[in-house]
């Protein structure tokens, strides 16, 4: 899979951004997106074949690794990085509406169509709480699926068509354990930096409100 167009998703958002946002940006780039394709892909890139049962009765390994794996980590991880970057994109499309509608008026209608303020606030704002969101729902949807942040080295499994409790071992457990561990940590500082960002800006918005107001009443 192609990973271009996330990377210059992120070094076109981060023109728009603001410093903790662009801090944001790298940390995606550089310790979620980078990482994932270098390194965890190519470690899981085997799971299935070298899951091995202590029985090799037809259909055992199958329908045990589906059972304690029913989602692929790495299609996870994948789905999870196009769903917390592409929120960013509504900034985009905002900033871009607003220069297309200074081009069409040939007039200059924002002071800088970049700056975030006004609806491009709210915009802002908006993808904010959806990147928020979709890294949490994310977290929860692996703890739910493996039943915690952990790689086991062993699994027993009873279901049919195994004839009894069978022994089943995953390859390069340790290893796994430490990317998942490292994925689900840089996961969790996007979470904090997206909402140091959130606070930020709302702090910065009502700062600028309270001076309006307060020079009106001064005037």
């Not at 509504?90 to 871009?96: E, I, N, R, Y």
Request: proline share 4%; net charge positive.
């Amino acid at each position: 899979m192609s990973w271009g167009f996330l990377r210059d998703l992120l070094s076109g958002v981060n023109k728009y951004s603001t410093g903790i946002g662009r801090i944001w940006g790298a940390v995606v780039f550089m310790f979620r997106l980078l990482v994932y394709v270098v390194a965890a892909e190519n470690i899981w890139k085997y799971e299935h074949d070298e899951f091995e049962c202590s029985i090799k009765q037809p259909g055992c390994e199958n329908v045990c690794f589906d059972h304690f794996f029913p989602v692929s980590h790495v299609r996870l991880w994948a789905l999870q990085l196009i769903m917390v970057s592409t929120p960013s994109l509504l900034v985009v499309f905002h900033v871009a509406y607003r220069e297309n509608r200074e081009k069409h008026h040939n007039q200059k209608l924002y002071r800088n169509p970049r700056e975030i303020d006004g609806g491009l606030l709210c915009t802002y704002i908006i993808s904010l709480v959806l990147k928020t969101g979709f890294e949490i729902v994310f977290l929860v949807l692996f703890y739910k699926l493996y039943n915690g942040f952990k790689i086991p080295h062993l699994v027993k499994c009873d279901i049919r068509p195994c004839p009894s409790t069978v022994d089943c071992y995953i390859s390069k457990p340790t290893e796994k354990m430490i990317f998942l561990y490292f994925l689900v940590a840089t996961s969790c500082l996007c979470i904090i930096l997206n909402i140091s960002e959130l606070s930020y800006l709302i702090f910065k918005y009502s700062i600028k409100c309270y001076l309006k107001r307060y020079m009106k009443k001064q005037q």
